[in-house]
Nanobody, 123 residues
């Protein structure tokens, strides 16, 4: 399984970005997917997750109401729409996938990780 994230970039505070993550490889199925982020010197932080059917979503308190996760299973793609961006949202954002019915919030629950995409929010 390979996960490829894209859509990062430089944006001013208050702006928006949409990240995409495409899954590829054999035996791909509709597993739950998530986004985490990390800044230098800090632990990786949960951002958002979505069930395989897209019926349930989960968000970190810090992004609730500003970010929205969605998926298109036909395209094997998960999206993270980020609005009202703040400088503290600056980080490398990584997409991930898990197969087990474990916590959505814990990074140890996830089996596959993509290379991250840099998001930089200027003040």
């Amino acid at each position: 399984v390979q996960l490829q994230a894209s859509g990062g970039g430089l944006v001013q505070a208050g702006g928006s970005l949409r990240l995409s993550c495409v899954a590829s490889g054999r035996s791909i199925s509709s597993y739950p997917r998530g986004w985490f982020r990390q800044t230098p010197g800090k632990e990786r932080e949960f951002v958002a997750a979505i069930t395989w059917g897209g019926d349930l979503t989960y968000y970190a308190d810090s992004v609730q109401g500003r970010f929205s996760i969605s998926r298109d299973n036909a395209k094997r793609t998960v999206y993270l729409q980020m609005n009202s961006l703040k400088p503290e949202d600056t980080a490398v954002y990584s997409c991930t996938m898990k197969r087990k019915p474990t916590s959505y919030y814990n990074e140890n629950s996830y089996d596959f990780w993509g290379r991250g995409t840099q998001v930089t929010v200027s003040s």
